[in-house]
């Protein structure tokens, strides 16, 4: 943390090279989730590209009292919401590579794994955009209720409102659909 504000403090000061630093602490997770909300490798790195120079840009606005990482999604979500608004973004489906949700364990276990993983990736799919971004950045980026409220600027009770809906939503599918998901545990 304290690494991060010495890079902020460098390209504010016109260290442009300490950029760097901070794309490539960001640029993995950050693509992973516009991914999920693109649902298209190419788009969303064209995203991730424009939103680390629109963090450039605005770098100057961060006030440096909150968490860096939530005021870099911020600006990256918006970005991303801002183009789906322009272009009226349709979502493409992509196969989820084998193996990268998953943990080595029995050819069983990973084939569930593998399984629920796309199937709960095209359910995701099917919510409405707002619930969609709420849902990942909740149990993909793991962020509290708070940061994600900071980060698409709606109220604490507006997150909780649109996370049980969507899941709401997510179980009547499943249950329409006449399955469930397997209960399977992490790999640690």
């Not at 939103?51 to 939530?70: H, P």
Request: glycine content about 4%; some cysteine; overall charge neutral.
């Amino acid at each position: 943390m304290q690494e991060e504000q010495q890079w902020i403090r460098d390209v504010l000061a016109g260290d442009k090279q300490s950029y760097a630093h901070i794309i490539n602490k960001y640029k993995n997770p950050l693509y992973a989730t516009i991914l999920r909300m693109t649902k298209n490798p190419h788009d969303a790195q064209d995203l991730v590209q424009e939103a680390f120079i629109k963090v450039y840009e605005q770098l100057g606005k961060y006030d440096q009292t909150g968490s860096f990482s939530s005021w870099l999604y911020r600006v990256a979500i918006n970005h991303c919401m801002d183009e789906f608004r322009k272009k009226r973004y349709k979502m493409k489906q992509i196969e989820i590579e084998e193996g990268t949700m998953i943990c080595a364990d029995t050819p069983e276990l990973l084939f569930f794994k593998n399984e629920e993983s796309r199937r709960l990736e095209r359910l995701i799919a099917t919510l409405p955009e707002d619930e969609r971004v709420i849902i990942l950045l909740r149990y993909v980026n793991e962020l509290s209720y708070q940061e994600i409220g900071d980060l698409v600027d709606v109220s604490l009770a507006t997150v909780r409102n649109k996370l049980h809906r969507a899941k709401k939503k997510l179980r009547e599918i499943v249950k329409r659909e006449g399955g469930n998901f397997h209960e399977v545990s992490d790999c640690r």
